[in-house]
């Protein structure tokens, strides 16, 4: 009797440690944050054009908008927190109705009123990413009372995670500008090259014909020259 107790006591307690540690897989996977870049760029991927359009619009940084929305709801726009924030940027009421919201749960609306916010955020703390950021989180008022980010662990882990994000995707997009960079300049001078007239393009019957009139320009070389040099030196004369 006792070992069986035993046995599904250890069972019981195998199965807390199993759910406990998917909860908490789950809790740390829904922030985004520790995603490689191409799985974060891969959720961000229905929602990146509109990002950048309103990022554009209210000169807001797109990457620290997708920073935000990472973190928030780790792109899913059908999200409802427990005191009622909703959408893909987590607005809450109170907030949505200031900035002109009226569907939480609309992806549009909520990028729109969610890059207003963070617009005004920026200005109201100097562009300053991690007032603004703990500002998103934790609201101004607090951000204001501690003059930064406020003691609370909740909103510094918040902070961390979206300037984490922010700067896998900063350093994710230079690296991009530098490899498109590269590869773009040899193609162009191969155009650049192609444009230009080439000897070898020139039709070989007409050789005959080149040296004659290379002969006739009396132009003796320093040194001894096969015939091809013969002929891309008459032919770049002709060109002049």
Known sequence: MNIQRCIWGGVFLLSLITSSTTV????????????????????????????EKYARLHHVNADFVLAIAAVETCFNAKAVSPVGAKGLMQLMPVTAKRFGVESGLSVKQ?????????????????????HAAAAYNAGEGRVDKYKGVPPYRETRRYVKNVLRVYNKLTAHRTSFKKQSHT???PSARKIIRKN??????????DLKTHLKVYKTLKIKPKRRISERQTFQLAVRLLLK
């Open 24 to 51: 908490y897989a789950k809790s740390k996977i829904r922030t985004c944050a520790d995603l490689k870049t191409d799985i974060i760029l891969k959720k961000a991927r229905p929602y990146k054009v509109t990002i």
């Open 110 to 130: 909520s990028i729109k009123g969610g890059t207003k916010y963070l617009k005004f955020l920026m200005g109201h703390y100097k562009d300053d990413m991690r």
């Open 183 to 185: 590869t773009t300049q």
């Open 196 to 205: 230009r007239p080439h000897t070898n393009n020139l039709h070989k019957k």
